[in-house]
């Protein structure tokens, strides 16, 4: 449910015409404000010890590819 209270959600980048114009931020000034800078390699985003183990790795897999599924039921 969304603050308006209804049920619809969109992933444009533009606010809903019902939402009040003073709270929207464009993502770009979020980002600004937060300092978020982009990556300069997609290493920077390597985690080495993500998963503790492997039996971990492939639960988490079995998981998500489940879920995926489930949506297709």
Known sequence: ???????HVTSTPEHPEHWPTDDFVPI??????????????????????????????????ADLYASRRAGLA
Request: aromatic share 8%; hydrophobic share 30%; proline share 5%.
């Open 1 to 7: 449910m969304n603050r308006t209270g209804g049920d």
């Open 28 to 61: 770009e000034e979020l980002a600004r404000r937060q300092g978020v800078k982009p990556i300069k390699s997609i290493d920077e985003l390597a985690q080495p010890d993500l998963w503790e183990s492997d039996e971990e790795y492939e639960a988490f897999l």
